[in-house]
């Protein structure tokens, strides 16, 4: 006996629309990250639809980067353009220049884009950057994160309100413990990543489509008529995203499908707001007065933390006073571990390095402080002579 067809997926209405830009229509320029693709087209037509309907209009900048990877980046990026003519946006191709990376592309080209569209919002006065990430995205980054051993709040996904990935900050401008400290491995909160100065929280990245599957936008360009672009590399076997998207058939066959994995990670981000509020009072409890450079905190109260929140706030620590990028979580893991061993031991000596910082247990504090800077070795090209080897020997 025949199967009944699955219905068709259904394009996304106008009161959808209204629903999922809510809250928007307060700021007076909106970015959108146009690339071309079905996904972030649908963004730019139904921004527009939603923009239409209000009284007070805000400005839609569509902004659509070319890597220069592909001859067809071009005539896309063109493309876009002249749609957003039609729809009264502004639009700007942002150009990728420069030496491309043998290895790691596809994230160089990710800090990339989201560096270009930071500089895109500044030069046009806007705070806040639309992107066209989808309910299938959110299942794959929740899957890639997995597969590399992510802690809770990396597990947690792409939320809806973020910072702009990747953008500097300045740790030491500031008292790094003025803020709630945030884990090494979390996104973005509402105010942007800890440490962060005022200008660079100041600009944000919204997803409105994290709730959305994607087969809903493209229904939502083929009602209307309004054709899209495919980018081979989201099928590309040597890419890890491509190859997991292959598996998600098979795995919503077992019941792991986009809505389950979305929903795990609003379960986790749940669960990370939590932790993140205990090591808030943990650190609010258990600081100690230090200088400007040092964080400090009282050894015992720390040794009866749970080993999670123990974990985040030495994690934060050495995030607002390192100099050498993000923490790494299985290092910092090992950097716990036998700071523990070292206060069951009572080892007073115990001191190491972690992304530019010093984690130090004195017996009743714990000290976190800046690494002094590594000293540099001068190469000579003194000339080897008989005597200058027996030297060495």
Not at 187 to 209: N, Q
Not at 380 to 386: A, I, L
């Amino acid at each position: 006996m025949p199967t009944a067809n699955k219905a068709l997926p259904a394009p996304v209405s106008a009161a959808e629309a209204a629903s999922l830009f809510s809250g928007l229509e307060a700021f007076p320029t909106l970015v959108l990250a146009v690339s071309g693709g079905p996904d972030s087209t649908a963004l730019m037509v139904l921004a527009a639809r939603w923009r239409d309907m209000l009284k007070a209009k805000p400005e839609l900048v569509a902004v659509t980067v070319d890597h220069g990877l592909r001859k067809e980046a071009k005539a896309e990026a063109a493309a876009v353009g002249k749609l957003a003519r039609k729809l009264g946006i502004t639009h700007r191709t942002l150009r990728w220049t420069g030496k491309k990376p043998s290895t790691g592309l596809q994230q160089a080209a990710r800090a990339a884009r989201y560096r270009l569209l930071g500089e895109a919002a500044r030069k046009v006065g806007a705070a806040h950057v639309l992107t066209a990430h989808t309910l299938d995205d959110q299942a794959e980054t929740v899957l890639i994160r997995m597969s590399r051993g992510s802690g809770i709040a990396g597990l947690a996904g792409m939320q809806p309100f973020s910072g702009i990935p990747g953008r500097e900050r300045s740790s030491r401008a500031r008292n790094p413990y003025s803020e709630a400290p945030r884990s090494m491995d979390s996104g973005p909160g509402p105010s942007g990543r800890p440490g962060m100065t005022e200008t660079e929280a100041a600009l944000h990245l919204i997803r409105p489509f994290l709730s959305l599957p994607k087969s809903r936008l493209v229904a939502t360009l083929r009602a209307a008529k309004i054709p899209f672009a495919t980018d081979p590399a989201n099928r590309d076997p040597r890419f890890t995203r491509a190859r997991l998207r292959a598996l998600m058939p098979d795995l919503a066959e077992e019941g792991l499908d986009a809505r389950r994995l979305a929903l795990l990670a609003r379960r986790l981000k749940r669960a990370d707001a939590a932790l993140e509020a205990a090591t808030a009072r943990a650190r609010d409890e258990l600081a100690l007065p230090a200088h400007q450079d040092t964080i400090a905190f009282d050894a015992k109260g720390y040794a009866r933390l749970p080993g999670e929140v123990g974990l985040r706030l030495i994690g934060a620590a050495v995030a607002a006073l390192g100099d050498e990028g993000p923490v790494e979580l299985g290092k910092l893991e090992a950097m716990k571990e036998a700071l523990d061993a070292a206060q069951k031991q009572g080892n007073v000596r115990f001191r190491r390095t972690l992304a530019g910082a010093v984690v130090a247990f004195t017996g009743t504090r714990i000290l976190v402080e800046c690494a002094p800077p590594r000293r540099s070795r001068t190469l000579t090209t003194r000339r080897v002579t008989p005597a200058s080897r027996a030297k060495q020997r």
